[in-house]
């Protein structure tokens, strides 16, 4: 099965509350990387942690990450309704050269 | 921000015809470039890794003879999926990894994805 199993599979919240979405996945890595992905659209580079990273903050987008639990966390603060989105984490291994993708958490911030 | 351009977004075509879909980078050397599905609302589906100058390698159960993928130039990928058939309709969309920036960035640089219909 592919790496970078999120959760849950679809959330929708008020604007201006918190989301906060799960990333699993099953080997070592070298980073994860989250994106966000419009209907219809490309894929959209959110921010990226390193192995040795713990916690990265990226405007309203905070990603922790626990190797030992093999787990990420996103949490998109203060939501909007233009975050309506899906939401993919990638388990990145550099060595092997790719990365692999979840199925993604569909976000839905009504207004 | 790096920039990767897909043509074309979309594409319909009858049963039989082969479809060519480009993938560029605008800005910066892509060494490598990867080629994904996606059917709707799942995940994407890696089907091969694009080298430079060199083949393909194609991720188990993707038909290499049925999706051509060619990486002429550190600028361009092209998947040409040959004998189209309806069950080949899907998004197909390309990432490229800047081959120039830091080792072990990893940060990957998305086109917009390209829709093809086989009728």
């Known amino acids: 099965s592919q790496q970078g199993e999120e959760d849950p599979q679809a959330l929708s919240i008020q604007e201006g509350e918190n989301a906060t979405m799960n990333c699993s996945y099953k080997t070592s890595i070298n980073n994860l990387q989250w994106y966000r992905q419009n209907s219809g659209r490309g894929l959209v580079h959110l921010i990226l942690i390193r192995s040795n990273e713990r916690e990265k903050h990226s405007g309203r987008l905070r990603v922790t990450l626990d190797t030992s639990k093999k787990s990420s966390s996103l949490l998109i603060t203060a939501s909007r309704a233009a975050d309506t989105a899906s939401y993919f984490c990638a388990a990145g291994n550099t060595n092997a050269g790719k990365s692999t993708f979840g199925d993604g958490t569909t976000l839905t911030v009504k207004p | 921000g790096a920039v990767v351009s897909q043509h074309p977004s979309r594409v319909i075509c009858k049963s039989g015809t082969s479809v060519k879909i480009e993938c560029r980078s605008l800005?910066?050397?892509?060494?490598?470039m990867f080629w994904y599905r996606q059917f709707p609302k799942q995940s994407l589906m890696l089907m091969a890794t694009?080298?430079?100058?060199?083949?393909?390698?194609?991720e188990q159960g993707v038909e290499k003879d049925k999706f051509l993928i060619n990486h002429a130039s550190l600028t361009l990928s092209t998947l040409t999926v040959t004998s189209a058939h309806p069950e080949d309709s899907s998004f197909y969309i390309c990432?490229?990894?800047?081959?120039?920036?830091?080792?072990?960035?990893?940060?990957?640089?998305f086109g917009e994805g390209s829709r093809l219909t086989v009728l």
């Open positions: 800005d910066f050397q892509a060494t490598t």
């Open positions: 990432s490229a990894r800047d081959g120039g920036g830091a080792p072990n960035t990893g940060e990957l640089f």
């Open positions: 694009s080298n430079e100058g060199s083949k393909a390698t194609y």
